[in-house]
Structure formats: C-alpha cells, structure tokens
C-alpha cells in the first residue's frame, strides 16, 4: 500500500463518517482489510493473546476509568490525576492505560496523559459493564473447554452436554448450575436484562402486526391475542401495548416463577389486560387458541430433540387460525458475519444449542406439526428476525 493509501485510511480514522449506515460499511470494510493484509506474525500474536483485550476492559471498568475519563471526554488527565481518582498504584496504572490505548480503548496524547477515544465512551455503558462481567467470569473459561471438549467426544456435534459442562466439571445444564452459583447468575441476568438496552423495539413499524389483529367476536369471547412464551418479565407484552394500542384483546406473558417473581409492575401490566402466567414450555401449553404465539431467543437455546418438544406443545394449544413467530436469529447459508458466528459458538459452548439457517427451522418447524409461512429480517448485521410459522 502506497503513502497515499495509507494517508486515506489515516484520515478516515481521524474524521470517520457520522451516518450510522456509512459508519457500519467502513466498520466492515475495515475488518476485511485488517484480515487481507495480516501477516502471518500478526495473526499469531492476534490470536495468542485474544484474552487480554476483555481482561483489560474488565480491570479498566473495576477501576472506572471509562466513566471518569467518558464524563469529560475532552479533558487530557496526568497518570497522577488518575492515580488519585482510582486509587491505583500509578506504576501498574501505567501499565493498565499503556495496554488500554494499545487497544484503541483510551487514548495517550503525550507521555502519562491519556483521555478518552471513541471505544473509552463505549466501555462507560452500563450494558457493556454488564456483557464484560458475564463474558469474564462466565463465558470465558467455557469458550477455553473447547477444543478438549470436541477432542473428548469425538467431533460430534454437542446435544447431551456442553463445553461448559466440561470447564466447570458439573453435570447441571447451565440455568440450574447458576442456582448453586450466584455471582455467576448475577452477571448473567444483568447481562440479559442489559443487552437490548438502546436496541430499537421490534414493534415501531418494523415488522407487521396483522397477524395479532381479533375480530369482534373473539375480543368479546375473551381470546387472547399474543401469548409471549418464555416471556420473561412481559417487556414485549409491554412494548406491544407501547407501539400498537389499537390492538385489542388480552395479552398472556409465561414463564417460570423464578422470572415472574422479578416482574416490577405487575398493577401496570394488569391495567393494560396483560396477565402473568407461570408455566415451564416443556409441558403441556395452558393458554390455548391464542392469535399469536411467540418465541424470543427461546428456540435458539435448545437443541432440536428439546425445540420439538417446546414447539410441538405450542402447536398442541393453536386454533385453526393461530399462527406461531419464533424471534432468533437466522443464519445465512453462506457469509455469516464474525457476530452471528460467534452467536452459535456460544449457544453451543453454554447449551449445547444452536443458531438455525431457514432451511433448519423448515425442518425442525415441520417436525413439530407446522410449516413456515414467511420471515422478517429486522435485524441485517445480527440476523435478528421473525419466522413466522401456521398449522401444517
């Protein structure tokens, strides 16, 4: 690459794009330039040292430096003004930030002044705080267990256990082992509860909601309209209501009683005719003839034998005119980005699971008694979309 070239990239790190849509083609294009012009010292050095990056963002969020140099982002502190806002030992600290800016996560203007970059605001979120804990002290040493769990079975695609159960040598699937270990479900269920944070709701025009529409007769008859399985503390019953309040007709959110136990506005949700209903999805489904049934990153977490099970209930409790939307990610058949591959991995270290291309589901879909209809894509870069699913 010539001076000129390098000039280009240069300036285009100085004065990035400010449209979210350019800013995410040169995030893209960037990458693919990364990985061309790797050398072959690079990628070694890039891969043995792949955990320092979250190691360092996890010790960095401990000490707040994110937050304190996010809250003036154009302040230059001095090591010392950190090292007495932190109360780190400033040789270490200088070696923390060193690594840091090394990663594009602070940024040193001058020897012992550092401010903040681009990454530094990133890392202040709560949300991000929240994913770093989990992915540390959880994901982590399963992510490790992988290659010795693969080698151990065979090469066999995970059905019956996970790398997980070998990293933490337990034979509870991971939602039962958190029971017994509670700062790993603490960062787990803060993880879940953050993840979403600032995401778009599905429900603001993206995706259409015909399907959720009652006649007269069956709003009178009491039917319910959307049955949100697996649903958690009921935040899609709640944006629903949010975003279509023409819709009419009662909503149902079901779950164990340990996630139902956590709902903080049960009065809320009561005015707006949505009812609590506890229930395990891997027995018989209790609301019956609903309009719509819908599944958010419920199928993904199983593997098919147990989805079957899940959806074959479901389609048990469906009327004739019932329809089923499972909320996951759908993976391509080719080209899958580094975030949706590494999706799956994790479905599969932590629940022996898996994301499903559409062919996949057409199948596991059918073998539940039903037939794919159509899909929504609402998502592009994660894949994020709706299957939508009818009586076979």
């Not at 399963?142 to 070998?166: E, R, V, W």
């Not at 995706?207 to 949100?228: H, I, N, T």
Request: overall charge negative; aromatic content about 8%.
């Amino acid at each position: 690459m010539g001076s000129t070239q390098v000039g280009i990239v240069r300036d285009l790190a100085k004065y990035p794009p400010q449209d979210p849509s350019a800013k995410k083609d040169l995030y893209n294009a960037a990458l693919e330039l990364l990985y061309s012009v790797e050398s072959a010292q690079d990628t070694a050095q890039r891969l043995y040292h792949g955990h320092v990056p979250l190691a360092m963002a996890q010790t960095g969020i401990d000490l707040n430096l994110f937050n304190i140099l996010a809250e003036q982002q154009d302040r230059e502190w001095t090591l010392e003004q950190l090292a007495e806002k932190t109360k780190a030992e400033p040789a270490l600290l200088y070696r923390v930030l060193r690594c840091l800016n090394a990663y594009g996560m602070v940024t040193q203007t001058k020897d012992n002044t550092f401010t903040a970059s681009n990454i530094t605001k990133n890392l202040a979120l709560p949300s991000t705080h929240a994913g770093i804990k989990h992915y540390s002290l959880t994901m982590t040493p399963a992510y490790n267990a992988i290659p010795k769990y693969l080698a151990k079975t065979g090469y066999k695609n995970p059905t019956d256990s996970a790398p997980f159960n070998l990293a933490y040598n337990t034979d509870l699937p991971v939602f039962e082992w958190r029971k017994h270990n509670p700062e790993n479900a603490k960062a787990g269920q803060a993880f879940m509860a953050a993840q979403r944070i600032g995401q778009r709701s599905i429900w603001d025009g993206r995706v259409p909601v015909s399907d959720l529409q009652l006649s007269e007769k069956d709003v009178a008859d009491g039917r319910v309209m959307f049955c949100d399985v697996g649903g958690g503390m009921g935040h899609q019953c709640l944006d629903l209501r949010k975003y279509h309040p023409e819709l009419k007709g009662k909503m149902v959110t079901e779950d164990l009683p340990l996630a139902q136990d956590m709902i903080p506005n049960r009065e809320e949700m009561k005015k707006l005719d949505i009812e609590p209903i506890p229930h395990d999805f891997m027995k018989e489904q209790p609301t019956k003839n609903a309009k719509v049934y819908y599944l958010r990153n419920v199928i993904h977490n199983w593997n098919d034998e147990p989805s079957k099970v899940i959806l074959s209930s479901v389609r048990k409790a469906m009327a004739d005119d019932s329809v089923v939307i499972i909320d996951d990610v759908l993976m391509p058949t080719i080209g899958a980005t580094w975030k949706q591959a590494s999706m799956d991995m994790a479905m599969m270290t932590m629940l022996a699971a898996m994301e499903r291309t559409k062919e996949h589901f057409e199948k596991l879909l059918a073998d539940s008694g039903l037939k794919l209809r159509e899909v929504h894509v609402y998502d592009e870069e994660y894949g994020d979309s709706l299957i939508v699913a009818v009586p076979a």
